[in-house]
Structure formats: C-alpha cells, structure tokens
C-alpha cells in the first residue's frame, strides 16, 4: 500500500461512519458548509483503501447543493490534498466517472485515515 493512501479502520457497525476531528480542527474554516458535507459524503462511501467513485448527482443530493456547487466544491478538497481525483476511462478512451481517493489528514506521520468506520465502544481505548 502506498504511503500516500491509507486504510481505512473498518470494523463495521452497519449505518454510520466518522471522520477525523483533523477536518473541523484543522480544515473546518477553509471547506465551510459545503467542503465538510461533501467530505463526509466521501467518507461514506469509502472503501477499506479510501476509495469512492459517487457521481456528482449523488453527492449533490446527499448533501442538498447542486451540481455546480459539487463540482466546485470537489476542486477545494483537491487543492487542500484532502483527497485524489483520477478520472477513469472506458476501453476507447472516454471519460466514465472519477475515482476519489481520500488522503493522509494534517500531514502527519501515516496512522490511518481520517475515517474511522465502526468502532468497539467496550475497548479500553474507547476503540481507537
């Protein structure tokens, strides 16, 4: 796996998710509404690897903005290297959705994404 990319902690309770309190401590003022929504939007759909592929339509009617401000929006969290965006292509070459790959939180030393889903409340460590 590469240092870039990191796994996902998954130890699912079906139906919910959270995201590192990096985003609001560190990014909150800069994302506003709509970069945090849709950042969250992201997390949830997140695989074990940080991925997510939702389209626009998707995001924009998960998080109540239209596809524009999606759009827009997506290009601030690209900036901040919050997440990748890799557009992927059919057999001939024409574009078909993007891949979006969440990425390290705060620059610091690789320990996890800033995803966490489901966590064992009953561990000692309050399951982190």
Known sequence: MSTER???QDGRCPG???AS????DIYGAQLGPYGL???YALCRH?????????????LARETGMGKSQAIE??????ELKLLRKEPQK???GAPTSNLYVLLEVGGSAPRGLGVVQGVDWGSPQGGL
């Open 46 to 58: 997140a695989n074990r690897e940080g991925q997510s592929w939702p389209s626009y339509a998707t």
């Open 6 to 8: 990191i796994g996902i």
């Open 37 to 39: 929504a849709l950042y």
């Open 90 to 92: 059919d057999g001939a």
């Open 73 to 78: 929006t997506m290009k601030l969290l690209v």
């Open 16 to 18: 919910w998710h959270w």
């Open 21 to 24: 309190n990096e985003i609001l």
